[in-house]
């Protein structure tokens, strides 16, 4: 099965336009301060228009209030709902209603004991996402250029939909999609020359490496 393929903490043009021709399936706006993928609600919905319709579109916030979201929401008009922080089920649920909108729950993971987070979001969530936890000093919950265990990933339960994020690049992202059964994968830090700076050389290679490990594995199959 096809992957998904999420870019995401898009700012300019030509990152989004070079995402979505190579093949992207989601395209992620990143709504965090701290984070150097920060942008602007207006000009992440004026980047949106260049193609919506043709990718979904997603939000990526970090305990957000319903200001903050309806914000969002207003100018950017996604289609998904990202919750990269502390929301709770009830939370979850709350921003489902008040808005329509699907949400994809993010956990970060270091070893197996923080799987055990997930089941109370089972049937909550729509999508989960499961990213690297950030290493030691570092104020982004996500984006941090690190992997996790993906092994880790085969104690989870099978009816849980779940993107692979942390650290995908070029080099990796064949032995990510091998080793696990995400249904989607997660690249940001990955596709960057520097933080924050999309490359479009560096799009390309991840989308290339993609299609070849889905040949190989059609090889082998």
């Known amino acids: 099965m096809k992957p998904d393929i999420k870019i995401c903490g898009l700012k300019t043009p030509e990152a989004v ?12 706006f990143i709504f965090f301060r ?8 207006d000009i992440a919905g004026e980047l949106a228009d260049r193609v919506r319709g043709r990718v979904k579109i ?14 969002i929401v207003s100018l950017l008009r996604p289609d998904i709902l990202q919750f990269h922080g502390h929301e709770s089920p009830e939370r979850i649920l709350h921003a489902k209603a008040l808005y329509g909108l699907p949400v994809m729950k993010v956990f970060s993971v270091r070893e197996a004991a923080d799987l055990d987070r997930v089941g109370p979001f089972i049937g909550v969530a729509d999508r989960f996402l ?9 104020e982004l919950p996500g984006g941090n250029g690190v992997s996790f265990d993906w092994s880790l990933m085969a104690s989870l339960d099978e009816s849980v939909d779940y993107m692979l994020s942390g650290g995908l690049n070029k080099d990796n992202v ?15 830090s990955g596709v960057e020359c520097a933080p924050g700076v999309k490359d479009p050389g560096m799009i390309d290679a991840f989308f290339d490496a993609v299609a070849e490990a889905r040949l190989q594995k059609a090889r082998r199959e």
Do not use: W
């Not at 701290?34 to 609600?41: A, L, M, T, V």
């Not at 499961?130 to 570092?138: E, I, T, V």
């Not at 064949?174 to 940001?188: E, F, H, M, P, V």
């Open 17 to 28: 336009d070079r995402a979505v021709a190579r093949g992207a399936t989601h395209i992620g």
């Open 34 to 41: 701290k984070s150097p993928r920060n942008i602007e609600p």
């Open 58 to 71: 997603v939000a990526v916030t970090v305990d957000a209030d319903d200001e903050e979201l309806d914000d």
């Open 130 to 138: 499961f990213d690297a936890k950030a290493p030691a000093g570092s």
């Open 174 to 188: 064949a032995l990510a999609l091998a080793s696990t059964r995400a249904s989607g994968i997660d690249a940001s």
